[in-house]
């Protein structure tokens, strides 16, 4: 069955330095997401992109972040100057077209952990 | 008033026995509505969709009621491994199709 990968599975990195996390979709999927979850906490969306763009963000996602398709398969989310707060697990998503029931597929996560 | 609330649990439950979760969600536009299981630090994993009529996949059975919004997940002949957390999912049509998560129900089968 196919999948959602992303890499790192866990990320540590100083406060202030920039990270990408990175996520290849399922591969006939043309809506992609990134969302967090802080460790005891629930599931927050953070950004969804289709056709080359944003097409929703959250409030969580400020000018910190960014995302980007660069080629025909990698999904990035990047962080630009990093936040002790940001530390939490971050999952990519995709889903294919069709209708409102078509569920998203989620990656195995990576965990970021800012020092 | 949170757009999507579940009772945190836990629910611990013998094995063999039937469990149901309720969800219930503030937002009359929601369109779609899922169960999602997650174990502890991976990521969710879809159980099923909920559709209107209601919908049973094997030990599971999903239902919703439009009118009172809530959606509920009962399992019959609970297993070891069913011990996870079952998260609501809703989404609203607005043309993203962006998930809002409730916070889980945390269910534990005891041998």
């Known amino acids: 069955e196919p999948e959602v990968t992303q890499t790192p599975s866990h990320q540590v990195t100083q406060m202030g330095q920039e990270v990408i996390l990175r996520c290849v979709p399922i591969s006939n999927h043309l809506y992609f997401y990134w969302y967090r979850q802080i460790l005891g906490q629930k599931v927050e969306f953070l950004v969804s992109f289709y056709n080359n763009e944003i097409s929703e963000k959250s409030e969580i996602f400020d000018d910190q972040f960014s995302v980007e398709r660069p080629d025909g398969s990698n999904f990035t989310l990047k962080i630009r100057s990093t936040k002790l707060e940001d530390s939490a697990m971050y999952f990519c998503?995709?889903?294919?077209?069709?209708?409102?029931?078509?569920?998203?597929?989620f990656g195995d996560g990576t965990r970021l952990s800012i020092l | 008033r949170k757009e999507v609330e579940q009772d945190p649990g836990p629910f611990n439950v013998p094995e063999g026995a039937t469990v149901a979760f309720n969800c219930t969600y503030s937002n009359s536009a929601s369109q779609s509505f899922f169960w999602y299981r997650q174990d502890c630090r991976k990521e969710p994993k879809l159980l099923m969709s909920?559709?209107?009529s209601g919908n049973e996949d094997g030990r599971f059975t999903a239902q919703l009621n439009r009118a009172s919004q809530y959606i509920s997940l009962l399992i019959r002949d609970s297993k070891l491994s069913d011990s996870a957390t079952y998260l609501c999912?809703?989404?609203?049509?607005?043309?993203?199709?962006?998930?809002?998560f409730g916070t889980g129900t945390r269910l534990k089968v005891l041998a």
């Open positions: 909920v559709y209107s």
């Open positions: 999912v809703v989404n609203r049509d607005t043309g993203t199709y962006k998930y809002i």
């Open positions: 998503a995709s889903r294919g077209t069709g209708g409102s029931n078509q569920p998203q597929h």
